[in-house]
């Protein structure tokens, strides 16, 4: 039996460096591959996701995307996910993809996602407009009381909650500071299956000086999918921005997460005067080659 081989792409997201950040393997030109297939090369990268490059559906075409995307955990597909959408816009556009229009537009499971490119300075940051949310407002008390059970927390040290969904299904809890956050040693059985993101204030003027200090901190948990602590999540960042950003946190401001794993990912969050938030971070490209399906 033939097995062609297509061309691959690993892609490190929210770093600017190749072991920092967030890993997304990426297949480019996936047409023709079944769910089994996708499925079984998700679950043997074994990273938190594998993307597939498509052509557009029709219907996708016609609004304007560029590319159709589809994003693999190794426990399933998931709608739409932050890091793999810049990772894969990446990986589309160094092989040569011409968007048609200002922005990259993805079509996958949410529908369309827009993707720009922002000059830094020092080079080009990629960044996705988060989806609406699916799910918003509050957590009820059971929900609260696993959380802070699965954090090995009380519930008085969970200091607001709110569900954040665009799609993987992501709870947030906000805790007294950033200290508090790295310092997580959760119960991943406990947690049973939420989606849990955990967000930290640091003390005013950390880091000052530096472009890129943090606000806050963040972690991700996802046992469910079989990632226990996702390093750099983009999904769940949009969804903190959606809920905190010009509220409890400034308009813009930049998140740290994967302190705790080693990984060092910085997450550019920014919340528009018409509700829209933008998240972006540096992508660098670690692999290139061929795979064989």
Known sequence: MSHPSRPFRQVNVFSATPTGGNPVAVVHGADGLTDEQLAAFARWTNLSETTFLLDPTEAGWDAGADYRVRIWTPGGELPFAGHPTLGTAHAWLEAGGVPRGPDVVQECGVGLVRVRRE???AGQRLAFAGPPLTRSGAVDDADVEQIARSLRLGVSDVVRSAWVDNGPGWVAVQLRDAGTVLGLEPDLVAMGDLKLGVVGEYPSGHGSGDADAPAVEVRAFVPSIGVGEDPVTG?????????????VLPSSYVASQGTALGRAGRVHVEKLSDGEVWVGGDTFTTI???VTL
């Open 119 to 121: 000059d830094t300075g």
């Open 235 to 247: 999904s769940l960042n949009a969804g903190l921005g959606q809920w905190l950003a010009g509220d």
């Open 288 to 290: 290139v080659g061929e």
